[in-house]
């Protein structure tokens, strides 16, 4: 890709987003390794999310485009009460589940751009974000809310969010029963996506927009201006923190992804670096090209099993730019056809 005009496009930009990184050192970036137990860990908490009821509560609010859509309130695995919304095709049964997440400023409605119109869709609202969960579970603030919790592995929110479409999709199963998941996440959304995807069986896909949380190994030395510089600054005065965070990393959790996964990832973004987004990316190739050991398998941590990496290189993420509107419209295709190929993917494996 011939760089872009960066000067020209944000000459008020008080950091190069670029990092200093081309594409090809951005394809190079590697991810975190895992934590001893690092999986064994995840799927115990997938395994009781799974367990808990979230007993959907649904009021109905009208048409929109292909779908019905309803307000939704469920049950996480803590207990908490969460809402967001659902939504079920009008003409028809729904082939697909999608599993809709979100950026850092919460979600005021359902978008629909990613959406076939034969799928039935969960758009969940992280704890504590966005208009109908602000407080709930968190707190609101952004800088807060991703500090929430980071003494404790167990009580860390980002784990917590994780979990949390976990139970939205539970919720969409008790709606409208099992469907194949297909999981759909940007920046904050994105890197909770990635944090998720490889724990569930339900999942066979996932497209992850500028995925945050990727590779605290470098992006605890940048400088931004998104949750990460919250977050850097935290680990400066709390050395200590770096020994949770291991455990949310989202190129730690790509490398174990067993699904097609389409990851947007930008080369110039002031909000989530750049080598963050490509190491979940290179995470996701590493794990399609990786052939399991016989000791991954023996506990079930065989990556490379079913992954496969569709790369998009944005020219930028978290900015306005020249050309955006064509750009974003081909990614929404783009995840619309992604979805058609996993599907099938997924139709042939199970016979």
């Known amino acids: 890709m011939t760089a872009a005009p960066y000067d020209a496009w944000f000459p008020a930009a008080a950091i190069d987003g670029t990092y200093g990184c081309d594409e090809a050192a951005l394809r190079a970036v590697p991810p975190v390794p895992p934590p001893p137990g690092f999986a064994a860990t995840w799927r115990r908490w997938n395994e009781s999310a799974r367990a808990v009821p979230a007993a959907p509560d ?3 609010l009208g048409r929109i485009g292909a779908h019905e859509v309803s307000s939704l309130t469920f049950t996480a695995s803590d207990g908490l009460r969460l809402r967001g919304w659902l939504a079920v095709p009008t003409s028809g049964a729904a082939r697909v589940g999608i599993v809709h997440s ?21 758009f969940p609202v992280a704890r504590g974000l966005g208009a109908v969960n602000a407080g709930v579970g968190a707190p609101e603030s952004k800088d807060e809310h991703v500090l929430h919790g980071i003494g404790s592995v167990d009580e860390y929110v980002l784990g917590r969010c994780a979990s949390d479409l976990w139970s939205a999709a539970n919720a969409l199963d008790e709606v409208v029963g099992p469907l194949p998941h297909y999981v759909v996440g940007e920046s904050f959304g994105g890197g909770i996506g990635a944090l998720a995807l490889p724990w569930d069986d339900r999942i066979v896909g996932a497209t992850l927009i500028v995925p945050s949380f990727g590779q605290y190994d470098v992006r605890l030395d940048l400088q931004c201006e998104g ?3 919250a977050v850097r600054r935290h680990v400066l005065a709390h050395p200590e923190a770096r020994e949770v965070l291991r455990w949310f990393d989202a190129s730690t959790a790509a490398a174990f992804a067993r699904v097609p996964v389409r990851v947007e990832a930008a080369l110039w973004d002031t909000f989530v670096p750049p080598p963050g987004q490509f190491a979940v990316a290179n995470a996701v190739a590493a794990a399609g ?4 050991s016989s000791a991954a398998a023996s506990v079930g941590d065989a990556a490379g099993t079913g992954a496969e990496l569709e790369l998009a290189v944005l020219p930028a993420g978290h900015a306005e730019y020249p050309g955006l509107a064509e750009v974003r419209a081909a990614a929404e295709a783009a995840t619309l056809r992604h979805i058609e190929r996993v599907l099938d993917r997924s139709r042939l494996a199970t016979g």
């Open 289 to 292: 090209d990786a052939a399991p």
């Open 58 to 60: 649904l009021v109905p």
């Open 102 to 122: 979100h950026g850092y400023g919460g979600r005021e409605a359902p978008d629909f751009a990613r959406v076939p119109a034969d799928a039935a869709v969960v």
């Open 227 to 229: 949750s990460g510089e």
